[in-house]
Nanobody, 128 residues
């Protein structure tokens, strides 16, 4: 059973930084892509960032490009989201997710993948 557990959320001021972590368990970690999504109140789920199993390729939503960095430590089965220069519009529940497509054989584009497994989410609140 794949399990994803996020941590690191909190309340910060605009311009501050936060680092989210996601611990994965239940299967081989480095075979699968990982992604971060977010959902703000009254809005749809939004792709934030993704990273391939090898960690060699990443993808970012335009709204976070240049401010957020996704990374992974396959030895620890962890994925991270470093968030800098936070803005009030970044306020949301952030979710870690992974797919069921080993090595991206069926869909290589990180933002187009079907993410099957999700964590419980961690709240990020940015005040102005």
């Amino acid at each position: 059973q794949v399990q994803l557990v996020e941590s690191g959320g909190g309340s910060v001021q605009a311009g501050d930084s936060l680092r989210l972590s996601c611990a994965a368990s239940g299967r081989t970690f480095d075979t699968y892509a990982m992604a971060w999504f977010r959902q703000a109140p009254g809005k749809e789920h939004e792709f934030v960032a993704g990273i391939t199993g090898s960690g060699l390729s990443t993808d970012y939503a335009d709204s976070v490009k240049g401010r957020f960095t996704v990374s992974r430590d396959n030895a620890k089965a962890m994925v991270y989201l470093q968030m800098n220069s936070l803005r009030p519009e970044d306020t949301a529940v952030y979710y870690c997710a992974t797919d069921n497509d080993p090595y991206g054989r069926h869909q290589a584009h990180l933002r187009l993948k079907l993410y099957t497994y999700w964590g419980q989410g961690t709240q990020v609140t940015v005040s102005s």
